[in-house]
């Protein structure tokens, strides 16, 4: 046996040879009861699981110590003392025997109960304290189905990850060190799991069907992210063509790189501004590398995850001048602070986002912050103290229609008068924006763009709610296509809309990337791309290599085009007619 392929969706190019490592997240086995003869004994089992849990956490601490910050350290203390105090473990001991339930649910019905306590106490501090409980909950459920070697963290060795499934916080958290790639069963291109990928650099390959019946630890992998490909224990004959293709990468790379330097220009001349998605000031240096002339989106959203508490206006406040001062006043570069867009398939345990049965269409983005008011101000306020730093722009995701904007620009308002009053500098004139995303606000840009100093769209979103294909759902990825008539036809709408109300239009969403579609956006008059910053080379590369009369062309052509694929047959043609594919 060996050299099995399976196929996925390739979210994030790039070809590794490494190790498996399969993670399973674990599972709490549904047996709903425990007779009450092996009640001792199940609180045995999970008194012993408590003390490895304290022995745990104890070694992490002291392995840690140097690489660890004061605040991470503060963290496993915290799981520390929850583990002992009074009122967790002897209840859940207690559930055990008298309710004669597996160890396990008692622990996660407890925790709950436990976590939801804290989270209501008006002290921010105690609030803290639910996601310390949620955490050691979580280890001792680990410690009980065995599963407790099995956690990203435990990997220090160069491996590519495979798994079910892996959340937004969990990639951001992925050490790249030692996570070559990784490879999940489900999700989809534009999940926001892969997007972080995309901008960490880390190849990926989702929605591999049953991938977990073929794969085991210690397997060699290959993994194709460009192809969406994984191959299991490959022969030598294998192996051999994918050292091949890597070389090749790795020389494309040397040729794109002299790219990077120059700024986008196309042929006949006309400028396009090339931007980077970044999700934390410490993209910054690695997007100017890649030649990155702005940033035209900071998911602020990534500052948000995988902690316990909302960061303060202080914090947010560091990571945006950050930002700010690599797009200094004298340049010409500027950075889009997205404000936070969580919710969807962006979790955190500490803003209260009930669990919905549609979360894409629910409590998201915008309307979380219009509700969350402090929370928003919050941010509010300390993107505008970071402008005084450099160019900054402001952009509002998710609105959908005017009534929205409005509300969004009243607490940008109230946020500058409560800055004016505390003598507190910031830019006046700092332009404020909207991602174009929903496909209302697309239909309503002549009105928007009377509002707004410039657009941003956002084709993530905009596909999935114009189609209604859910963006991470790897069952119905064959209709998610960016090439739709009717997604284009919103582009072209939204993009006249913005010229028309002179106002810039940009996009941040997957499609701005993709070598496909870079001479179609541009004969759409876009004005700016955004995209993971690897990709940025390329893409000055295209662009290098085409006309603004030739795009127009190849956009007006596809107008009459019924189907995604009519149009990427056309966009197809354009590219091998011009010659900007570099396998070709
Ligand atoms: C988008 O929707 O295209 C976008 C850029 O935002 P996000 O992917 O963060 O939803
Ligand atoms: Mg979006």
Redesign the pocket.
Known sequence: MGNESCKGIGVSEGIRIAKAFVYRQPVVHEVKSISADCADAEAARFQSAVKNAVQAVEDLIARSANMLDEKQIGILKGQKSILADPAYVPEIEKRIRKQLIPAEQAVKQVTEQFAALFENMPNPYMKERAADVRDAGRRLVQILSGEAGNTLSSIHEKVILVADDLSASDTIQLDRQYVLGFATEKGGK?A?TS?FAKSMGIPAVVGVTDLLDHVHSGDTLILDGENGECIISPDEKTLKIYREKMEKENRQRAILEKFSKQKAVLADGKRMIVAA?IGAAKDTDFCLNQGAEAVG?M?T?QIFLSRTSAPTEEEQFKEYKAVAEAFPSSGTGSAII?TL?IG?DKETSYLSIPKEKNPFLGYR?IRLCLDQKELFLTQLKAILRASAFGNLRIMF?MISGHEELTAAKNMLQEAKSQLDKAGIAYDAKIPVGI?V?IPSAALMARTLAKEVDFF???????V?YTLAVD?GNEKISYLYDYFNPAVISLIRHVAQAAHDSHISVG?????AGDPLAIPLLTGLGLDELSMAAGAIPQAKYILSKVNTADCRVLADSIADCTTPQAIRIRAQAFAKEHGLLMDS
């Open positions: 534009t926001h997007i998605n989106l998911r959203e997205r867009d969807g983005a995701p991602m995303e941003s769209i956002g084709t993530n979103d905009l999935q963006r996009m941040c969403g997957g499609m």
